[in-house]
């Protein structure tokens, strides 16, 4: 499970913002982070169950949307899937990947086939057969990254029409990598 951090406003108690990578509280706030339903402050090593923790709701929002960044991670990992393999985003870098394959694509006319790529499985490649074949692997991969995004924007436009926190509840993501996408 990855640790959510948030910062919160040491006064009020509202969140400010949160995420999934090392955040650096201002003057008045404070950075706490969420690990296995707990609540806890790295600086000062206080601890409590999360779900006594409260946000307003504008906090309460941001804290649900958090949860589909998280997703989106999972799903990126998954990876695309076409002719029955699994097609991950995930690396060092993910500026890497795309560029990688915003490259081949580039040259998909003139590349050697057939041409081998890697899947989720380890020492699975899949053979990409000619450009045509290197088409549809591409498009596969493109919409299901858009979708990852576009959903995801779906799901926080409802979160931030939301006038309660029980509204905010009953909105689940369920989305997987196997949801169709195209």
Known sequence: MATANYIIDTASGALVACGFCEMVAGSGQSVVSIEDGEIY??????????????????????????????????????GALYATHRFPFTSASGDEVKANWIGAY??????????????????????????????????????????????SGDLEEQVHACTTKAEVDAIVDTRTPDTPYI
Request: charged residues 30%; glycine residues 4%.
């Open 41 to 78: 402050s790295p600086v000062d090593g206080w601890k409590y169950d999360a779900p006594d923790f409260v946000f307003d709701l504008e906090g309460y929002k941001i804290k649900k949307c958090s949860v589909f960044d998280e997703k989106n991670i999972e799903l990126r990992a998954a």
């Open 106 to 151: 580039g040259a998909k006319d003139v590349l050697s086939y057939p041409y081998k790529v890697k899947t989720d499985v380890r020492g699975v490649r899949y053979n990409v057969t000619d450009a045509a074949d290197f088409d549809a692997l591409y498009n596969a991969l493109f919409f299901y990254a858009q979708w990852i995004v576009s959903s």
